[in-house]
């Protein structure tokens, strides 16, 4: 089934917005597609610009791609109109349940939003800033619910996240721990271990996030820090 994504940004200081949109469909390419795919025209000298690009490359406010089978990352390139904050969302978004998770990563704050948890990202922009700043990670999981922690413990210890496996077979993953606001503290990847310890900078409440790669399950699960 084809998927289709919509991502706005809007500027709080002025209300002006601008949108993208993602298409995943088996007939479509990485190059230009004139059936689907559509040439961004930078509007207003006041409105923030939100576009990909395709491979030849071209600049894109509807860019239709290839059907992905496991994962796929694709720069997200954003111009400030005025510095100040400006706001990521969702509007739309279809054929998306298999997916396991939708990551933004924002190269320049060094932050990773999960955004099946979490619809909306909050970022301050400067005229001055690199337009590739972003880059959206997909993944597919199996048909199935996202992992279930009878297969494994996540949780805290003293200055430590831990993820010990229940179910006799090792870790091989992604263990990432972000505060609240969607910043990445700390990440490691696991590789054949029974239990991994990770070192959290600072005291709080956490959102611990263990990506199981060969099962492709993700399990969440928000920890203490003391």
Same mark, same amino acid.
């Given at each position: 089934a084809m998927r289709s994504l919509k991502l706005k940004t809007t500027s709080l200081a002025n209300s002006f917005s601008d949108e993208t949109i993602l298409i995943f469909s088996p007939e479509a390419t990485h190059s230009y597609d004139p059936d689907y795919d559509a040439?961004?025209?930078?509007?207003?000298?006041?409105?923030? +610009? !939100?576009?990909?690009f395709s491979d030849d490359?071209?600049?894109l406010s509807i860019n239709a791609l290839p059907t992905f089978t496991d994962s796929i990352a694709i720069p997200l390139y954003h111009q400030a109109a005025l510095d100040g904050i400006y706001t990521f969302q969702f509007t739309e978004r279809v054929n998306f349940e298999d997916v396991s998770y939708i990551l933004l990563e924002?190269?320049?704050?060094?932050?990773?939003?999960?955004?099946?948890?979490?619809?909306?990202?909050?970022?301050?922009?400067?005229?001055?800033d690199d337009p590739g700043r972003f880059i959206l990670h997909f993944k597919i999981t199996t048909p199935s619910v996202p992992g279930g922690l009878s297969d494994l413990h996540i949780?805290?210890?003293?200055?430590?996240?831990?993820?010990?496996? !229940?179910?006799?077979?090792?870790?091989?993953?992604?263990?990432?721990v972000h505060d609240l606001m969607g910043r990445l503290q700390a990440s490691a990847d696991i590789n054949a271990e029974? +239990?991994?310890?990770?070192?959290?900078?600072?005291?709080?409440?956490?959102?611990?996030?263990?990506?199981?790669?060969?099962?492709?399950?993700?399990?969440?699960?928000?920890? !203490?820090?003391?």
């Open positions: 040439y961004k025209f930078f509007g207003g000298a006041q409105a923030p +610009q !939100l576009y990909t490359p071209i600049e924002d190269k320049k704050d060094g932050v990773i939003v999960d955004l099946t948890i979490k619809d909306k990202y909050e970022f301050f922009a400067s005229m001055l949780y805290a210890s003293e200055q430590s996240v831990i993820v010990k496996s !229940l179910s006799g077979n090792l870790l091989n993953g992604e263990l990432m029974m +239990q991994y310890e990770l070192k959290v900078p600072g005291k709080g409440v956490y959102i611990a996030t263990y990506i199981d790669i060969p099962n492709k399950k993700v399990y969440h699960k928000k920890v !203490l820090i003391k």
